[in-house]
């Protein structure tokens, strides 16, 4: 009988599923520090905005330079924002063994995302949320389970 496992805090069980969580990558030859960090970055790709976000501190700074709506976001972003994130959070469980078993020993069992403010990433304050997030770690436990 499957469950539904609830990841948002770092220092919680299963904080290794949030972007936030310190698990980096390389991806065509750069470091990034976490998955939050690539995907902010990706909003401004090819402009001074990727490499300022990728190079910030912590993923707290890159989510809010991410945000900063004064920056101009590149025009396909809307149709490209969950390729980029699947993408990074494969990148991030392919080249970190340790959270790969992690997300694989969650077998077939539900991942949600519980934010209050977020509903199209997390389940939203109701419940009622989209989960993309929770959706693409389980379709990246799935890839990673039949490799």
Known sequence: MSMTIY???????????????????LINGKWWKTSEHYFQAKKFEGTEYEEKIRLLDNPMQA???????SLSLRSDWENLKDEIMRKAVYEKFLQNQEIQDILKQTGDNELVEKTTSDYYWGCGTKGSGKNMLGIILMETREKLSNQ
């Not at 990841?7 to 599923?17: D, W």
């Not at 989510?63 to 709506?69: I, K, S, T, V």
């Open 63 to 69: 989510a809010e330079m991410g945000r900063d709506r």
């Open 7 to 25: 990841f948002y805090n770092i220092n919680e069980e299963y904080g290794c599923f949030s972007n936030f969580s310190h698990y980096g990558f």
